[in-house]
C-alpha cells in the first residue's frame, strides 16, 4: 500500500523567513497531494492540494510543488508568521485511499 | 451549517468495554472517514466509506467496525476496548468523484482513554 514519509520532523524559523517541508509517496497510482495545518486541540484544516496532472499551485503565501518521476511534494511557505506556528501534515490519495505523512512541527520565532 | 460533528468529545473506557463514536456530516458529501492520531505518528486511516452501504479498510482497521446506513452518519464501533485503543479519533468527509476524493473536512475530534 501507500507510504507517505514527511520532513523534516520538526522545523524552526525566523518570522519573515521561508519554510519548506517535503514529503516522498511510494505509489505511483497517487493522484491527490493535500497539505493540512493543524493547531493544537483542533481537527487538521486544508491549506492547499494539488492533482497528478499540476506540476505547481499558489495561493499567497503559500505553494506546493509536485515532481511524479521522484514522487515527491514539498510545501513553501514564503514571509513566515507567529500564526503560521503549527503542525503540517502532507498526504497522498488513490482511488479514496488518503493516507498521511508523519507530521511537522514549525515553530516561527518573532 | 454545522459541517462535520463528532460525539462524545471525550471518553474513558475500561479495557473490554464497548462504544460507538459518532460522526455525522451535513454537507451531503459520498467520502467519509475516520483517523486515530497518536503522538508522533501522524494520522493513520482507521476505515472509510465512499457511500452509503460501501465501506472499506484503511491501514489499521483490526478492533474496529464501521457501518454507513445513510450518507450524513459514519459511526465508528470499538467491540472491546484494549489501551492500545487510547488516541484522538478524527472523523472526516468530503466529495467523491469517479473514485477521486476532494478536500477533507474534519471533525473536532474524540479523545478516547482506555484504562
Known amino acids: 500500500g501507500e507510504n507517505v514519509e514527511q520532513h523534516p520532523s520538526t522545523l524552526s524559523v525566523q518570522e519573515g523567513d521561508s519554510a519548506v517541508i517535503k514529503c516522498t509517496y511510494s505509489?505511483?497510482?497517487?493522484?491527490?497531494f493535500p497539505w493540512y495545518k493543524q493547531e493544537l486541540g483542533k481537527g487538521p484544516q486544508l491549506i492547499i492540494d494539488?492533482?497528478?496532472?499540476?506540476g505547481e499551485k499558489k495561493d499567497q503565501r503559500i505553494a506546493v510543488t509536485l515532481n511524479k518521476t521522484a514522487k515527491h511534494f514539498s510545501l513553501h511557505i514564503t514571509e513566515t508568521q507567529p500564526e503560521d506556528s503549527a503542525v503540517y501534515f502532507c498526504?497522498?490519495?488513490?482511488?479514496?485511499?488518503?493516507?498521511f505523512g508523519q507530521g511537522t512541527e514549525l515553530s516561527v520565532k518573532p | 451549517n454545522a459541517g462535520v460533528t463528532q460525539t462524545p468529545k471525550f471518553q474513558v473506557l475500561k479495557t473490554g468495554q464497548s462504544m460507538t463514536l459518532q460522526c455525522a456530516q451535513d454537507?451531503?458529501?459520498?467520502?467519509m472517514s475516520w483517523y486515530r492520531q497518536d503522538p508522533g505518528m501522524g494520522l493513520r486511516l482507521i476505515h472509510y466509506?465512499?457511500?452509503?452501504?460501501?465501506?472499506d479498510q484503511g491501514e489499521v482497521p483490526n478492533g474496529y467496525n464501521v457501518s454507513r446506513s445513510t450518507t450524513e452518519d459514519f459511526p465508528l464501533r470499538l467491540l472491546s476496548a484494549a489501551p492500545s485503543q487510547t488516541s484522538v479519533y478524527f472523523c472526516?468527509?468530503?466529495?467523491?468523484?469517479?473514485?477521486?476524493?476532494?478536500?477533507?473536512?474534519f471533525g473536532p475530534g474524540t479523545r478516547l482513554l482506555v484504562l
Open positions: 472526516a468527509s468530503s466529495y467523491a468523484t469517479s473514485g477521486d476524493i476532494g478536500p477533507q473536512y
Open positions: 505509489d505511483s497510482a497517487s493522484n491527490y
Open positions: 494539488i492533482r497528478s496532472n499540476v
Open positions: 498526504a497522498a490519495s488513490k482511488t479514496g485511499k488518503l493516507i
Open positions: 454537507m451531503n458529501h459520498e467520502y
Open positions: 466509506s465512499v457511500g452509503a452501504g460501501i465501506t
